[in-house]
């Protein structure tokens, strides 16, 4: 079943189903209005939207045109966004570019940051900013969206709450990162609103793509056009999403409708830009640039300047599965 | 207007108008179902639910008797949950005490954390811990919740945003404390469901205890039935609440419903436990245990155990002008 949340002027947007195609869509609002509704009570009315799906995809149900610009992100505000690290190279290369080097690194418990949920940006939204200069970058990452999970829960509760996956861009402003992390409050200032793709798709209509806790397919990430990285979100993932999620749940309560992401994609490889053919590249800018100090002495690669466009997309034969988050940085 | 929320099942609750006194109670259900619903659509709402209210207390209307044990949060989960550190002698005495004395202390800008906002606990629910020794400490704060604010705000902007107030106890793990921050994401896993007091109320019905964007009322604070302290909201707040939205507003955009925490309520002063007559005392342990050290070369207040009860109340004539939070620390 694959989900998207259209545009209506309201906060939370209208539930849609989209065929698997992603040519189609049918509104779900006489089962739930929006995407937090039918999350609150998924047991009874999840039957009911796949029996709709099953008909949107046998064609009894003609639909409309689905036109991922009319897309808000599949919950375009949540009681809880949940970033995660699961890749342990993105930490170190970022971790390195700020000169923290010797910062120990957790292999053992996967870091976990509270994001502001409030309004996460739709697939097409720009990115603003007040100030150019903040070292824009962007992060391409997997997310789940999850049911309700008990305190202190078990890897095994925590696979069986994952009911969506999606994609999204962790927005992030570098030169206010330090500032955060000196203040010692954690990231706030440094991630403003994060963007989601259009499509959010249950995981057994991910088949193969989705198997131990993790998404099987290369993210595309493309600026200004040029592919940047393809780095395979399976691949190198340490910590798996019900590992996540177990985290989170260490000293509380994760209600129906917790996003979790599972950080910035990054595969092992001593690549620099321009990305090579076959080559695996990035799905974030710091990255690149970690990897430009210590091969030539200085990072090459800018950060985002306003007009910069980036494109970020799970895919399969060339096809984006989630439908692709496509943004420009703007100016306030 | 006094607003409560009340448990109906779901997960939002019912909204409700609390009569002047706190004796009574209509319900809001024609106008608004949940208090979230009042916000998304405040400037259309508030004034129908302001009539409701005058209706109530001029006895048109006879109502219900209002239980408090029946309150949820006023938000009982929020899109957005910012806790901020207005009170400067609380930092100063909770980083003495994790040995970081040495570490910069920002009187030019607040810091400010990004809780978890997923499920708010009711005022009578338990401090629910997977371990006793966790150092279970609360914290008695003032809390917005604010209508939509744009990124990079005016103080006049913060300030009209303002639209309910009301009082929390932000519930920390000081034994977690220090790996989140040495985690350098942020608090996580350190500041577990925070509480609410029953009742929120708007700045006008505050009259003279809202002014200057603070609440000038002393925090009652007592633990097992014994006053812990009574510190004054008014006092010693450094940063006001526009002073604490407009720094929440510095990246992004603020959603309806976003609620910012004041932090822990605290005043200036060195005396220390127990508090004595006129004496004024602390809203946290954390901050107790400090003075205590400096005075006495250790700390001789303990942290919660299972079975301590906290209460928590802002007090004018002795009144609990929110309600109080009263919970009791149980293992899971």
């Known amino acids: 079943m694959k989900l998207a949340t259209l545009k209506n002027g309201r906060p939370d947007g209208q ?34 939207l796949s029996a709709l799906a099953a008909q949107l995809d046998a064609g009894a149900i003609a639909g409309q045109p689905f036109d991922p610009a009319m897309a808000l992100a599949p919950l375009p505000r949540a009681y809880q966004w949940i970033d995660g690290s699961g890749y342990l190279s993105h930490l170190e ?60 829960a078990t890897r095994d509760q925590a696979a069986a709450a994952i009911r969506l996956i999606t994609v999204c861009n962790d927005v992030s402003l570098r030169r206010l990162v330090l500032d955060d992390l000196q203040n010692g409050f954690g990231f706030f200032h440094s991630k403003p609103s994060t963007a989601f793709a259009p499509i959010a798709i249950t995981p057994e209509s991910l088949a193969g793509a989705w198997r131990d806790n993790r998404l099987h397919l290369p993210m595309r990430v493309e600026v200004n056009d040029t592919l940047f990285g393809r780095p395979n979100a399976g691949i190198d993932m ?12 260490r000293t509380r309560n994760l209600a129906a409708g917790t996003i979790i992401g599972g950080g910035a994609v990054s595969n092992r490889h001593d690549e620099s830009l321009p990305i090579k053919r076959d080559g695996i590249g990035f799905a974030c800018i710091a990255e690149a640039r970690t990897v430009e100090k210590l091969k030539y002495g200085r990072a090459r690669t800018p950060f985002l300047k306003p007009g910069d466009t980036v494109r970020i997309g799970a895919v399969a034969d060339d096809r984006s599965v989630f439908g692709d988050i496509r943004q420009t940085v703007t100016l306030a």
Not at 27 to 48: K, N, T, V
Not at 104 to 131: C, F, H, K, M, W
Not at 238 to 249: M, N, P, R, Y
Request: glycine share 4%; charged share 25%; net charge negative.
């Open 15 to 48: 539930l849609v189903i989209v065929s698997a195609d992603l040519a189609r869509f049918v509104s779900a609002g006489r089962i739930a209005s929006h995407l937090q509704a039918a999350l609150d009570d998924w047991e009874a009315l999840a039957p009911q």
């Open 93 to 152: 290369r970022v971790r390195s570019l700020k000169g923290s080097k010797d910062e120990e690194l957790q292999s053992n418990r996967p870091l976990l940051y509270q994001g502001g949920s409030d309004s996460l940006s739709a697939p097409t939204d720009p990115i603003v900013t007040t100030d150019p200069d903040l070292a824009i970058d962007f992060e391409a990452e997997v997310a789940v969206i999850i049911s309700a999970v008990p305190m202190a």
């Open 238 to 249: 340490h910590f798996d999403f019900a590992d996540l999620i177990v985290e989170a749940s």
